[in-house]
T-cell receptor
């Protein structure tokens, strides 16, 4: 069981470039989340999804977009990268009725 | 709105000493409470959780936490620190309806173990 898989693990982007962070889970979980983690700030929710075709904004959605065409996949899109988006990004999933969230290993993104 | 406060961004203890990581929450009703651990360059892993049963919760790797409603606290303890416990620890809270389906996270406490 792979759990939650994120790719890539590391990426350097130039200002204004775009990229997609991939997230896949093989646990058939309904809920999926994207967080960013900045030093001393804990985790901030960017977007979440409660099922295929349904997404909603979290606390810090500006500059990001998501889609959920399947239960398994929840990609995060950065359209115009900015230095403020330098962070570590985590994808997580959770099953309906359960309280534990499972996390991927993270993507460390640097925008220069 | 709910919030979580972790006292101390860094805590340093000697190997074999007691580990105490503090977490206080603000919520109008007893929430669900969680401790997650993040080892270097890894994702987050659930250590333990309080959902409504016993107020003393035991988790993995010898950690435990006690829910104290009167103090709105959920401190994490381990009787004897091991070098492998060096990691960052996050406290998180959610209301019982999981409204907005999200957790509110503390800023994290980095645990340093001195040999």
């Amino acid at each position: 069981n792979a759990g939650v898989t994120q790719t890539p693990k590391f990426r350097i982007l130039k200002i204004g470039q775009s990229m997609t962070l991939q997230c896949t889970q093989d646990m058939n979980h309904n809920y999926m989340y994207w967080y960013r983690q900045d030093p001393g700030m804990g985790l901030k929710l960017i977007y979440y999804s409660v099922g295929a075709g349904i997404t909603d904004k979290g606390e810090v959605p500006n500059g990001y977009n998501v889609s959920r065409s399947t239960t398994e996949d929840f990609p995060l899109r950065l359209e115009l990268a900015a230095p403020s988006q330098t962070s570590v990004y985590f994808c997580a999933s959770r099953n309906r009725g359960e309280t534990e969230a499972f996390f991927g290993q993270g993507t460390r993104l640097t925008v220069v | 709105a709910q919030s979580v406060t972790q006292l101390g961004s860094h805590v340093s203890v000697s190997e074999g000493a007691l580990v105490l990581l503090r977490c206080n929450y603000s919520s109008s009703v007893p929430p669900y409470l969680f401790w997650y651990v993040q080892y270097p360059n890894q994702g987050l892993q659930l250590l333990l959780k309080y959902t409504s049963a016993a107020t003393l919760v035991k988790g993995i790797n010898g950690f435990e936490a006690e829910f104290k409603k009167s103090e709105t606290s959920f401190h994490l303890t381990k009787p004897s620190a091991h070098m492998s416990d060096a990691a960052e620890y996050f406290c998180a809270v959610s209301d019982r309806s999981f409204s907005n389906y999200q957790l509110i996270w503390g800023a994290g406490t980095k645990l340093i173990i001195k040999p």
